[in-house]
């Protein structure tokens, strides 16, 4: 290995996917997969492939799509687990088995009901396990930053001599201080006999906003040399290490780290917006790298000193992150080749010809509505579940509403459940909530709202396709619907049956507490 690289293992289809409402169906994983490794990194950690067969299959189907990237599934320290990610990920070109056990007193009384003995032997037991299905294996123990320090050596000198060539020391619940997590990892790295005998690897977590930092404390001053991360950050509670923020930081301060990422970073904005699109979590404007205002000037002194040198106010080139000008020359007249060569350039694929078709034809539709067609509108169609209908529960048909001063909101939908169509009309306190009240007196999903969110694709025209994001918690479920649209009310009825398709299909999983 070169000590000079750091490497970089992204979570986001496992960790991000942790994120309440964040989940992810089979397609949207592997469109996800490709731009990953589109965008250079190492390992792909493609998820949990015990948590449930939708997991398994979507694991199963990245390791055949991806060529460069090193596949790579969590496994808790059990046979099952371990046996069900080797099975998982067996068709990946470069593959790893990810193993875990709790190491903290915390977790191993409370949680795992196991003594010090039983964990370490469980830990030894696994990584041979893995060994045996996968030359290359990856140790963490969870809460790693909360363990004792000696039992914590102990463990992971066993790992070592059973062969995990990776160890990985998360700060599970975010509780790190950058430069007491940086010299914890020298500390570790210093007394593990064996050490040297494996890379070393950080997983941190944002409870306190410092999940970047600890990382980069971890790399500069523990010695690591692979960086777990999301991208945007996403994961469960406040979510993981932003990898935009690690890779942007060790480029731009080169001269500090004196380290490099194999990242194009050409694709991190793309990959952003991907993830974005995908999950409907938006990006705040003022984020780091990706926001929408990070190189945006509104300060006349800050304008001032742009436009005479650009360097007196930016640290990096907002091209070399991605941001360019997005409006492509794609309208009613263009030809389905040139839709499918801005597809490409995009990193989104599909797995058959007849998909581009469906696609294509919505985009004909739309460029018929709008007269200007952006990057970020094709991302939205692509997305939209309206494009491959057979694989969802519900569809809009069509929608009729109606808003008058002095009158109730109305409105009337025909929708598809399983291919049949329904037909419902309500009256609501708006448009937006009469066309919800019309799904539900049909289909009776019992389900909470708990978030409705507006946000413009593109801006500075009234002809923006507004992106709907719905919430919806039912018997302790969470997920996510996204739909876009010109028409914002129609966006609205798009994301609300993409919500209930997915109450609906969504595949139980193993808890979220079980994972590092």
Sequence with gaps: MDKNKIIIFDTTLRDGEQSPGASMNTDEKIHLALQLEKLGVDVIEAGFAAASPGDFDAIE???????????????????????????????????????????????????????????????????????????????????????????????????????????????????????????????????????????????????????????????KIGGARQVECTINGLGERAGNCALEEVVMAVKTRRDYFGLDVAIDTRQIVPASRMVSQTTGFAVQPNKAVVGANAFAHASGIHQDGVLKARDTYEIMRAEDVGWTANKIVLGKLSGRNAFKQRLDELGVHFGSESDINVAFSKFKELADRKSEIFDEDILALVSDESVTPGKEAYGLVSLAQRSETGERPSASIVFTENGQERRASAEGNGPVDATFKAIESQVGSGAELLLFSINAITSGSTESQGEVTVRLQHAGRVVNGVGADPDIVIAAAKAYLSALSRLRGKSEKVKAQDWI
């Design 61 to 219: 189907k990245i390791a055949g799509a991806v060529s460069k990237a090193r596949v790579c599934s969590l496994a808790r320290a059990l046979e099952k687990d371990i046996k069900a990610a080797g099975e998982a990920i067996k068709g990946a070109k470069l593959r790893r088995i990810h193993t875990f056990i709790a190491t903290s007193a915390l977790h191993m009384e409370k949680k795992l009901r196991m003594t010090p003995g039983q964990v370490l032997e469980q830990a030894r037991q696994s990584v041979r396990l893995a060994r045996s299905l996968c030359a290359d294996v990856e140790f963490s123990p969870e809460d790693g930053y909360r363990s004792d320090p000696d039992f914590l050596c102990r463990v992971i000198e066993a790992a070592i001599a059973e062969g995990a060539r990776t160890i990985n020391v998360p700060d599970t619940v975010g509780y790190a201080i950058p430069e007491l997590f940086g010299q914890f990892i020298r500390n570790l790295r210093e007394r593990v006999p064996n050490s040297d005998q494996a890379i070393w690897s950080v997983h941190c977590h944002n409870d306190l906003g410092m999940a970047v930092a600890n990382s980069l404390a971890g790399v």
